[in-house]
């Protein structure tokens, strides 16, 4: 993990000019499409296996029914994970964009979040799960590729927050406000995190222009910030970074 990461030679000349980024039209469209289909397709094929094998009467297959039914309640409660954190980032506007400037970042959700609010940031891309599953064949390549379209993520843009409940209540419409996450810190206001989910709703290069742009204002304020290759990296990144007595060791913070 390389804390304080430079920006690399082929990104924005400065990375520090005002940037706006918006979902692209034709990512946005098939990721509806996905959700509706899913979340349509999963209560009918549900619907269907458990009335034919009760008409049927038969034990065997309704136990493989009730099977089946369970498992595709977790993919649709998951799907509609991936719905809420869509509608939390956008408000279901591909017209609403995130803006990253000198005065902070601005997402549809919170409005303006001063740096002087911010206290670490931290990217993902994992590159070498979005090539598994790409490479991935038969029946568990198109469960992941399709669980990729409806919102399964491999960039994320984490942005940690020095005052988690006073972020929660500027969230309008409110019930979205926990997509602001929250953990606890000793003797001082709870931390937060915003997630910003890169891959799924735009472009390629305007998530790689956002990510570099969230890194260089953040380098420039002397704000400690990371990008990495894997998820296992940012629990280790923000136990360092975040000033909590019980993960870093430092007291009377």
């Known amino acids: 993990?390389?804390?304080?990461?430079?920006?690399?030679?082929?990104?924005?000349?400065?990375?520090?000019?005002?940037?706006?980024?918006?979902?692209?039209?034709?990512?946005?469209?098939?990721?509806?499409?996905?959700?509706?289909?899913?979340?349509?397709?999963?209560?009918?094929?549900?619907?269907?296996?458990?009335?034919?094998?009760?008409?049927?009467?038969?034990?065997?297959?309704?136990?493989?029914?009730?099977?089946?039914?369970?498992?595709?309640?977790?993919?649709?409660?998951?799907?509609?994970?991936?719905?809420?954190?869509?509608?939390?980032?956008?408000?279901?506007?591909?017209?609403?964009?995130?803006?990253?400037?000198?005065?902070?970042?601005?997402?549809?959700?919170?409005?303006?979040?001063?740096?002087?609010?911010?206290?670490?940031?931290?990217?993902?891309?994992?590159?070498?799960?979005?090539?598994?599953y790409a490479q991935s064949g038969g029946v568990k390549g198109f469960a992941e590729r399709w669980t990729q379209a409806v919102g399964s993520a491999n960039h994320y843009l984490t942005i940690a927050l020095q005052d988690g409940p006073a972020m929660r209540q500027r969230a309008r419409p409110r019930q979205f406000r926990r997509w602001v996450k929250l953990w606890a810190r000793s003797g001082a206001p709870d931390f937060g995190a915003i997630q910003i989910i890169g891959d799924v709703y735009y472009s390629d290069a305007d998530a790689d222009r956002l990510d570099r742009a969230l890194r260089a204002q953040a380098t420039r304020r002397g704000l400690p910030n990371s990008r990495s290759a894997t998820m296992l990296d940012q629990g280790e990144f923000f136990r360092t970074n975040s000033g909590i007595a019980v993960f870093d060791g430092k007291t009377g913070l």
């Open 1 to 132: 993990m390389n804390s304080n990461q430079p920006m690399d030679p082929h990104g924005p000349a400065t990375g520090l000019d005002p940037l706006t980024v918006k979902p692209d039209p034709a990512r946005w469209a098939s990721v509806v499409q996905h959700e509706r289909l899913t979340l349509v397709g999963t209560v009918v094929v549900v619907v269907a296996l458990e009335v034919i094998t009760s008409l049927l009467g038969r034990l065997g297959p309704i136990v493989v029914a009730h099977g089946i039914t369970l498992v595709a309640a977790f993919y649709f409660f998951a799907v509609l994970r991936f719905r809420r954190n869509r509608l939390a980032q956008t408000l279901g506007d591909p017209d609403r964009g995130i803006t990253v400037s000198d005065a902070g970042i601005e997402v549809p959700l919170l409005g303006l979040i001063s740096w002087d609010d911010i206290p670490a940031v931290y990217t993902v891309y994992d590159q070498a799960r979005a090539d598994r």
